[in-house]
């Protein structure tokens, strides 16, 4: 069963790191884009996301 309590808070923050990025300058469009960057911030906000929810 999906968690959509769970999905809402990924998505929210994958937003806000997109949002961040893009003011920065940093997404895709620029020399000193990183996707691998961005990869790691959304995939260390999802890890911590989900060990805050084992730990309930």
């Given at each position: ?49 989900i060990k805050?929810?084992d730990k309930?």
């Open positions: 069963m999906v968690n959509y309590i769970m999905l809402y808070k990924i998505r929210k923050a994958v937003k806000k790191i997109i949002k961040d990025k893009i003011e920065d300058e940093e997404l895709a469009t620029t020399p000193k884009s990183c996707i691998g960057c961005l990869a790691d911030d959304l995939s260390w906000e999802i890890y911590y996301l805050d929810k309930e």
